[in-house]
């Protein structure tokens, strides 16, 4: 799938198109299970609503009564052309707002056809637009053609879909420097034999996660024989129980893989009760069982970036734009912490409101990682301008290894505090605004960040 698609169906963002029809709400009354299969048929099916992907064209989406393939009217999707300022791309999905029981079909049908051939960039069902669904299932780089085809995507398993909010979703971009015109009809449910022979799997790999990491498992797909003919329907680790041989290491279940100890466990799946190929080696990361320790400095000699022992300034991100990083707040044994993975270098800044550190004669952080060989600690004064790259930035940055003073250990929290004369080429610190953490440790928490005299 291209990075325009996939940016395209992880928006959470939804831009209404069209309105549903609401139904009554009676208190205390449990409403009947809506078994409904039609999504489009000479009209919305009950309580269908379209809502456009963040980004695409918002009035890609029309009513054709000429262009049909049976009945009255059929759905027309234009497609812009590159630079449209109306939208980069059609897409969006069918939802409905009471969520019906799909459990007793196996399949969603539709016709379509196109104005010229082109491959639609992924089609399917299961996705609500909230962002939260779990059983998306699609068929990527759909062939379509000028002449009218039926398509069936399979339901990798039905049985999940027994409260679903996700209709049809689609999304196409221009191809070969050109907009298209896409028609969908007959959009709907049904339970056909001709769907046979499901060959579940998903991507074999080897995972250091952290303790305490919810895994979703990568590369989720179902190979269908429809009418004698292979479909490989890419779906959601949702649809897929997974299992464990060690639970003290990683428990399995529907859909995830909650990492809980140190060890190595193999991750195997099934879909229903056929078995998946693939597994999955964890060997998870220790984690810290225990807080950083609690500063005991008055509170007036500090300045304090991030601690519960203290008032915090404020810090404008933990994680800028331009670093290569992901930041998390966690909680460790009741304590606030910043937990930084898959690090390479990562920016915290306050350029908003820099701190006067002048009359400041340390730096402290507290940091736990779990393995590696150096981190490093850059701070950044901006000078009086208050602007980098200004011509009056002062910096310095410090690598800590295990020959280093203090040295930097492994599996336990390393308490820095760090005279600010060592940062020798920050020469001013009128105006310190930036921090900078590097190094090979992957992972890393971080406590207690402030500056003291």
């Known amino acids: 799938m291209s990075t325009r698609v996939t940016r395209v169906l992880a928006a959470l963002v939804a831009v209404l198109a069209f309105t549903a029809t609401g139904c009554a709400k009676h208190t205390g009354i449990t409403a009947p299970t809506i078994k409904d299969p039609v999504v489009y048929a000479d009209g919305f099916g009950a309580n269908v609503d379209f809502q456009a992907f963040m980004g695409s064209k918002l009035d890609a989406l029309s009513i054709d009564s000429t262009t049909v393939h049976s009945g009255s009217s059929a759905i027309k999707i234009v497609v812009p052309a590159p630079g449209d300022p109306s939208g980069g791309y ?103 034999t001709l769907i046979t022979d499901p060959r579940p799997s998903f991507t074999s790999q080897s995972l250091t996660p952290d303790v305490g990491e919810e895994l979703h498992v990568p590369g989720t797909q179902v190979v269908f024989a429809v009418n004698g003919v292979d479909v490989t329907v890419g779906c959601m680790s949702g649809y897929f129980t997974f299992v464990s041989t060690a639970d003290t290491v990683a428990t399995g279940g529907e859909g995830a893989v909650h990492v809980v100890g140190l060890g190595t466990a193999t991750i195997t799946g099934l879909l229903g009760n056929i078995p998946a190929s693939g597994s999955i080696t964890v060997n998870p990361n220790p984690a810290p069982l225990t807080a950083a320790p609690t500063p005991s400095r008055a509170a007036a000699d500090v300045i304090s970036l991030f601690s519960n022992a203290y008032t915090n300034r404020t810090v404008d991100t933990w994680s800028a734009s331009w670093d290569v990083a992901d930041v998390a707040d966690v909680q460790i044994a009741g304590n606030a912490a910043k937990k930084y993975s898959n690090l390479v270098y990562a920016g915290i800044e306050f350029t908003a409101n820099p701190i006067d550190a002048t009359a400041m004669t340390h730096f402290h952080a507290d940091v736990w990682a779990p393995s590696g060989n150096v981190f490093r600690i850059k701070l950044v004064d901006f000078g009086a301008n208050g602007i980098y790259g200004g011509g009056d930035d002062r910096e310095h940055e410090l690598t800590f290894n295990n020959a280093s003073t203090p040295p930097l250990q492994f599996g336990s929290w390393t308490s820095f505090d760090i005279p600010l004369s060592d940062f020798s080429g920050m020469t001013t610190r009128g105006h310190v605004a930036q921090m900078i953490i590097s190094g090979d440790v992957g992972t890393v928490y971080l406590d207690n960040i402030y500056f003291h005299k």
Do not use: H
């Open 90 to 192: 059609a897409g969006g999905a069918f939802t409905v707002n009471r969520a019906r029981d799909l459990s007793t079909y196996n399949c969603l049908t539709f016709w379509a056809k196109s104005n010229r051939p082109i491959a639609i960039d992924v089609v399917g069902l299961g996705n609500d637009n909230t962002g939260t669904s779990k059983y998306e299932a699609r068929i990527n780089a759909l062939q379509v053609t000028s002449t009218w085809q039926r398509f069936v995507i399979p339901i990798p398993l039905a049985s999940r879909l027994s409260d679903e909010k996700g209709m049809f979703f689609f999304a196409e971009g221009p191809e070969s420097g050109a907009g298209s015109t896409i028609w969908f009809d007959e959009i709907q449910y049904e339970f056909s």
